[in-house]
């Protein structure tokens, strides 16, 4: 069973600011990694996904990956109140997906 | 295009008590997934199903049934409720493609076991 990492947070960062969420995985021979956005008492929405080949940017958000470390960060650039969430990093596992249990980031105004 | 819909939004049930969460989706996508979310610890897959037909368990199944008799629809049966079986419950569906299996949550389930 493949396991994924990442810390609770809450993370912290004043608007405006580069948001930095990071989190670990187990096997090493993982190759398709994702990003949840979680609001409070809403489903979980894709931000984005990458893989093993390269980072990814898509608007404010990027990803990237350090396969010698085995961890995917996710950058958020220029950070609003309304990015406050939980983010939640996934694996493919086969037909699954394994979460990580999530990291909560609150934008301060 | 409505997507994954759940019901019901919320229940409660006794302990011993069984229902069953209704799950579809109108996107024609072949797995679909149903997880289970308590306060902090992220999503825990309960079953998963690749087609009309098939289901396999997860890493939580006890406690839990289910079945996919249709490519829309994937209910999940809880026989005998406990108080541990309180929580938040998302069904998901995805093309199943490899690569990128994008999964895509319906509103979630709220019940609590009392």
């Known amino acids: 069973q493949k396991e994924v990492e990442q810390n609770s947070g809450p993370l912290s960062v004043p608007e405006g600011a580069i948001a930095s969420l990071n989190c670990t995985y187990s096997d090493r021979g993982s190759q398709s990694f994702f990003w949840y956005r979680q609001y409070s008492g809403k489903s979980p929405e894709l931000i984005m996904f990458?893989?093993?080949?390269g980072d990814k940017e898509d608007g404010r958000f990027t990803a990237q990956l350090n396969k010698a470390s085995q961890y995917v960060s996710l950058l958020i650039r220029d950070s609003q109140p309304s990015d406050s969430a939980t983010y939640l990093c996934a694996v493919k596992d086969g037909n699954k997906l394994v979460f990580g249990a999530g990291t909560i980031l609150r934008v301060k105004s | 295009n409505a997507g994954v819909t759940q019901t019901p939004k919320f229940r409660i049930l006794k302990i011993g008590q069984s229902m069953t969460l209704q799950c579809t989706q109108d996107?024609?996508?072949?797995?679909m997934y149903w997880y289970r979310q308590d306060p902090g610890m992220g999503l825990k897959l309960i079953y998963y199903s690749v087609g009309a037909g098939i289901t396999d368990k997860g890493e939580v199944p006890n406690g839990y049934n289910v079945s996919r008799s249709t490519t829309e629809d994937f209910p999940l049966r809880l026989e005998l409720a406990a108080p541990s079986q309180t929580s938040v419950y998302f069904c998901?569906?995805?093309?199943?493609?490899?690569?990128?299996?994008?999964?895509?949550f319906g509103p979630g389930t709220r019940l609590t076991v009392l």
């Open positions: 998901a569906s995805s093309t199943g493609t490899s690569g990128g299996n994008e999964q895509f």
């Open positions: 996107m024609n996508h072949n797995y």
């Open positions: 990458i893989y093993s080949n």
